[in-house]
């Protein structure tokens, strides 16, 4: 079956414009969470849904990010006004039970 | 707070050999320990994964070794393979986060030479 899926694979967003990024997740799955990930370190917690529900969102790391999942199936991480500290790579995960499946992320570049 | 230190930074190991990449955390509550491993380009994919309650589990050339007392587990790869050369995360997540979110450690980038 196919994987977790994310588009667009890169982008590229001057300072300041606000920039979408998709996460459609295993089919079925349940939870998903939403992981940062700076170059040359390890996956960094954003947020996670259950369903529709985001029941925590502690690794937000200002407000404008903002994530939604309206229909408990695909979700969209924004971010607004991008800065330059933004850059990175954004992980979607799914899981049923305990194992997270990771998709190829997203590369957003700021310049 | 770093909560899962993970050692060594590099790792360079011959064809064949074994490859072993140590994690330490502190939370005793933390009570799943996966390990991911990631190609440049790529997400992380699921390795294998150990809870408290065994202290080693092995699938193919893969192993996980868990001292609870010592608050360390590691990875082992047998017979590496130039393939393996990869980024290896080790990660860590406990029942009383509701979220289940994993924090990982710094990784270890495994070059294995043929």
């Known amino acids: 079956g196919a994987g977790v899926s994310q588009s667009p694979r890169y982008k590229v967003a001057k300072r300041g414009q606000d920039v979408a990024l998709r996460c459609d997740p295993i089919?079925?799955?349940?939870?998903l969470f939403w992981y940062q990930q700076a170059l040359g370190q390890g996956p960094e917690f954003l947020t996670y849904?259950?369903?529709?529900?985001?029941?925590?969102k502690s690794g937000l790391p200002s407000d404008r990010f903002f994530a939604e999942r309206p229909e408990g199936s695909v979700s969209t991480l924004k971010i607004q006004r991008t800065q330059q500290e933004d850059s990175a790579v954004y992980l979607c995960?799914?899981?049923?039970?305990?194992?997270?499946?990771f998709g190829p992320g997203t590369r957003l570049t700021v310049t | 707070q770093q909560q899962v230190k993970q050692s060594p930074q590099s790792l360079i190991v011959q064809k064949g050999g074994i490859s072993i990449i140590n994690c330490a955390y502190e939370?005793?509550?933390?009570?799943?320990f996966p390990w991911y491993q990631q190609f440049p380009g790529k997400g992380p994919a699921l390795l294998i994964a150990?809870?408290?309650?065994?202290s080693e589990k092995k699938e193919g050339r893969f192993t996980i070794s868990f001292n609870k007392s010592a608050k360390q587990f590691s990875l082992h790869i047998m017979d590496s393979q130039p393939g393996d050369s990869a980024t290896y995360f080790c990660?860590?997540?406990?029942?009383?986060?509701?979220?289940?979110?994993?924090?990982f450690g710094s990784g270890t980038r495994l070059l294995v030479r043929p």
């Open positions: 995960a799914s899981s049923l039970l305990d194992e997270q499946y």
């Open positions: 089919s079925g799955h349940v939870s």
């Open positions: 939370n005793t509550a933390f009570d799943y």
């Open positions: 990660a860590a997540s406990h029942p009383l986060d509701s979220s289940y979110k994993l924090i």
């Open positions: 849904f259950q369903n529709e529900a985001q029941l925590d």
């Open positions: 150990i809870r408290p309650d065994v």
